[in-house]
């Protein structure tokens, strides 16, 4: 006799399976959600910032006339020409000149919010063109960073009163500030500028590349071509492995201990932050360009060695130029954490306030992301839109060397 | 700037002794009755470069390294160095405010002592530059000529050449273990000296935290050294509050690009995460200050909890496991990429949901190397500075509420040496000490994670 097979959808059969995919349908969406709360928490970082740093690269500016034909001050060309350009107008009364207009147009309360290096500004323009002091010129001065938070509706009652009246009379706007990218630190955020960092950053990684790239490049090579298999190119394997991961302050005690114990006078020079950076970049230069040694196909090496060439020729003429755009992906990605790595420079002193562009290598500087550090701190209120302003280009270049790099690997990547 | 100075002048001779070089091995080339050399004339030309240039950069190493002592040392010859305080802070200051005036760097002195001095270390900058460039050139003469004189139509100028880069290629792959090397041993060196001024029991299992860089460094209160509170306060933050947002928010990320998402989402969403990866901790640790922590108090007070602080550990905390999402979730990537796919279809086959199948069969199999993933990440979150620094605190607090302020080891790295205290100060020296047990413990970390997933790897190939 048949035995009835007893139907697989039973009611507790369909229960069940509701129930896995009401689960399967939770668990997806939970999946989705984790991606999108990642994704929104990197949205509002960059907006939080954007919106911050819209008005970092603006400045609240004063509106002042000046009329030079009443002034009597005389602008020689050969003068401005010379570096006693500043000078010379200072002796002619040129602050007094501006601090004059300034009463006139603003009235005693809104002249005393200009800062009292404002004329500075006005010299500068002269120098450039001796001829406006035959006319008169509209000229607008940096406000005082009390005025400028009177602007923000922040600060004390009679400042947002002036403000509100200044800017009434269209004689207090915010401008974009070109001057941001071309001067240095300072004390006053209204007078700011990330140019000196900008630099100290550009000659330390400088000096991280053109240590960690060589001799990253160089050892890779050697693990990956020459290195025997014994204890010896064990240790070294470790020891890069574990570079790799060693905390980026502990590279900083290092160069603390060891660097500027043997160059004492270069206390946070590019020099020393670049030899810093440069230790902590090689493992990651290694560790890429080995990948990209590897993925170059035996029958390359097979083909040259067949032809006559030496192992060193093997690898220089035929091996390295094949890796090299991998490698080069790897050193820009090591660079660019390089760029926005703060910790080891902190400890090695690259914290001070540094109120000039560095010269050169050896001269004291600060580096981008030490700024934002550094600006971050500071109480004034007009420092918090610098700050963010300050990120956004940071911000922008790692983009633009990341973009670069995925640039590079989809272009020259090969298939084998 | 003399080392830059010495270098290109060690770049402009190689360059020299390479043309000479070549046109030499030309010369024998067309010499010879078979226009045959040994090697190649560019090889002649490689050694008689690399002869050059390697023994300059060895002396300007060296040089660049002494000049300085050097300098002083002479300065200090000057009839005004009797009156120079015998050491400390002071006679650093009026030597390096001569020392800039004298290169330039500053307009004037500040100290009329240091006027005495500007003119000697004048002197004795001019004569130790011309020293190293009469020596540089020496050197380079000599290397060269040496060089130079050995190239015959049957000299072997290749193997010469690639035994050197063996040479420079061996060198450059044994910097890694010098850093290594130099790490270990400075930290060593100076908690040695710490553990000296500090009796170790009392560091490593002291609950109170409160080193004091105005002591008196020779007798040195060992009680306020304990290091429990900054031990506790870094799992805290890094292990346990970063690590619940992170674990979960970072595998669920991964499972859903590596099984469910198509491959268009993934190609947007992989480089986002990426990016989320690239944001300098800076920018995170501003944004914890800026934003988050204020949020955070606010949020607490409005609950009730009037203690709150603005720079809880909470936020730090937060913000940290945002940063270390995307590096869980590549890592958990990798991890369940490498469970062979038999398993996966042989667990559909057998009717699984898709969800079962990645509860039950891949995460299980995956696991060794998600753990090790964690490991890592966690050992990445206890050395993270800059987020802590800016939106942590630096009050020492033992305690498991995470709206309370907390610091971390790295916190307290940065504190005691950012500060004004002396190099021979307990304080200061106990950041070497804690920068050695963070770099234990992550070595630890580290080579048990890599261990696991190296085995892990192994189990499925």
Same mark, same amino acid.
């Given at each position: 006799m048949s035995e009835q097979i007893a139907p697989t959808r039973t009611p507790v059969f369909e229960a069940r399976l509701k129930k896995r995919y009401a689960a399967e349908k939770r668990f997806r969406t939970m999946g989705l959600g984790a991606i999108v709360f990642s994704i929104t928490v990197l949205l509002y970082l960059l907006g939080t910032m954007t919106l911050n740093g819209i008005g970092g690269f603006?400045?609240?500016?004063?509106?002042?006339?000046?009329?030079?034909?009443?002034?009597?001050?005389?602008?020689?060309?050969?003068?401005?020409?010379?570096?006693?350009?500043?000078?010379?107008?200072?002796?002619?009364?040129?602050?007094?000149?501006?601090?004059?207009?300034?009463?006139?147009?603003?009235?005693?309360?809104?002249?005393?919010?200009?800062?009292?290096?404002?004329w500075r500004d006005v010299a500068a323009a002269i120098a450039a063109d001796p001829g406006i002091v035959e006319r008169q010129e509209t000229f607008w001065l940096p406000a005082s960073a009390n005025l400028a938070s009177g602007y923000e509706g922040e600060g004390s009652q009679e400042m947002q009163a002036l403000a509100a009246s200044l800017a009434a009379e269209g004689k207090l706007e915010k401008n974009f500030d070109v001057g941001f990218f071309s001067r240095a630190d300072a004390t006053n955020p209204q007078q700011v500028g990330i140019w000196g960092a900008l630099k100290g950053s550009i000659l330390t990684m400088i000096v991280t590349l053109a240590l960690a790239f060589p001799i990253g490049v160089l050892a890779a090579l050697y693990l990956e071509e020459y290195a025997p298999k014994n204890k010896w190119t064990d240790v070294i394997e470790l020891s890069i492995n574990n570079l790799a991961a060693v905390p980026s302050i502990i590279f900083g005690l290092l160069g603390l201990a060891v660097f500027l114990t043997v160059f004492p006078n270069f206390r946070s020079a590019p020099l020393i932050g670049g030899m810093t950076l440069a230790l902590m970049t090689m493992p990651v230069i290694v560790i890429a360009g080995r990948n990209a040694i590897k993925a170059v196909p035996p029958s390359i090496r097979d083909g040259a060695l067949a032809v006559g060439a030496s192992p060193v020729q093997v690898v220089f003429h035929h091996v390295l130029p094949l890796a090299l755009p991998g490698i080069l992906t790897g050193t820009i990605i090591g660079m660019a954490r390089a760029l926005g790595e703060t910790a080891p420079l902190l400890m090695i002193g690259m914290r001070a306030f540094v109120a000039s562009p560095p010269d050169d290598f050896t001269s004291p500087a600060t580096v981008l992301p030490m700024q934002i550090f550094l600006w971050s701190d500071e109480i004034d209120r007009g420092f918090v839109e610098r700050t963010s302003a300050a990120i956004i280009v940071l911000l922008l270049f790692l983009l633009v060397m990341n973009g670069l790099a995925i640039y590079l690997r989809n272009k020259f990547e090969k298939k084998w | 700037m003399s080392l830059t100075l010495l270098l290109l002048l060690a770049l402009g001779l190689g360059l020299a002794g390479w043309l000479a070089a070549r046109a030499r091995a030309w010369s024998f080339r067309r010499a010879s009755p078979n226009g045959r050399l040994a090697s190649l004339p560019t090889y002649h030309a490689w050694y008689v470069a690399l002869w050059i240039i390697l023994p300059v950069l060895i002396f300007v190493g060296i040089w660049s390294a002494i000049a300085p002592g050097l300098i002083t040392q002479a300065v200090l010859t000057a009839p005004a160095a009797d009156q120079l305080p015998a050491f400390g802070f002071q006679r650093q200051t009026i030597l390096n405010e001569a020392r800039a005036v004298a290169t330039g760097a500053a307009q004037g002195v500040f100290n009329p002592l240091a006027r005495e001095f500007v003119e000697p270390y004048r002197e004795a900058i001019g004569r130790y530059n011309w020293i190293g460039v009469i020596v540089t050139l020496a050197i380079a003469f000599l290397g060269g000529v040496y060089a130079f004189l050995r190239l015959k139509p049957d000299f072997a100028a290749r193997n010469r050449v690639e035994k050197i880069v063996m040479a420079i290629l061996l060198g450059a792959s044994l910097v890694a273990i010098l850093t290594t090397l130099g790490i270990f041993v400075s930290l060593v060196f100076e908690t040695i000296r710490f553990f000296g001024m500090v009796n170790p029991i009392d560091f490593l299992f002291g609950l109170h935290w409160g080193p004091d860089p105005m002591s008196n460094a020779e007798n040195p209160d060992s009680s306020r050294y304990g290091a429990i509170p900054l031990f506790w306060g870094t799992l805290f933050i890094g292990a346990i509050i970063a690590m619940i947002v992170a674990i979960p928010l970072g595998l669920m990320s991964a499972i859903y690009l590596t099984q469910y998402a198509n491959p268009k989402f993934r190609a947007w969403v992989k480089p986002a995460l990426e990016i989320l990866a690239g944001v300098p901790t800076v920018v995170y640790g501003y944004f914890a200050a800026l934003t988050?922590?204020?949020?955070?108090?606010?949020? /607490?007070? +409005?609950?009730? %909890?009037?203690? /709150?602080? +603005?720079?809880? %550990?909470?936020? /730090?905390g937060l913000v940290m496991g945002v940063m270390i999402i995307p590096f869980v979730s590549s890592m958990a990537d990798d991890s369940i990429a490498a469970v062979p796919q038999a398993m996966r279809d042989g667990s559909l086959a057998m009717g699984a949901t898709t969800n079962e199948t990645i509860r039950r069969v891949l995460v299980p199999a995956a696991l060794p190397g998600i753990v090790a993933g964690v490991m890592l990440a966690i050992s990445r979150a206890i050395g993270e500075t800059m987020i802590v620094v800016m939106a942590a605190s630096t009050a020492a607090n033992l305690s498991a509420n995470p709206l309370d302020s907390m610091t971390t080891v790295t916190v307290q790295i940065v504190a005691m040496l950012t500060g004004e205290g002396s190099f021979d100060h307990p304080a200061t020296l106990s950041a070497f000490a804690l920068g050695f047990v963070l770099f234990l413990v992550t070595l630890g970390l580290n080579f048990i994670a890599l261990r696991v997933v190296k085995r892990f790897r192994e189990a499925y190939e």
């Open positions: 603006q400045r609240a500016e004063v509106a002042v006339p000046i009329d030079f034909t009443q002034a009597g001050i005389s602008a020689d060309p050969a003068v401005m020409d010379s570096s006693g350009a500043m000078q010379s107008l200072e002796d002619q009364g040129l602050p007094q000149v501006v601090q004059y207009f300034a009463d006139e147009a603003l009235g005693e309360e809104g002249a005393a919010q200009i800062g009292g290096q404002a | 988050i922590a204020p949020a955070i108090r606010d949020f /607490a007070i +409005s609950l009730g %909890a009037s203690s /709150a602080s +603005s720079e809880s %550990a909470l936020a /730090a």
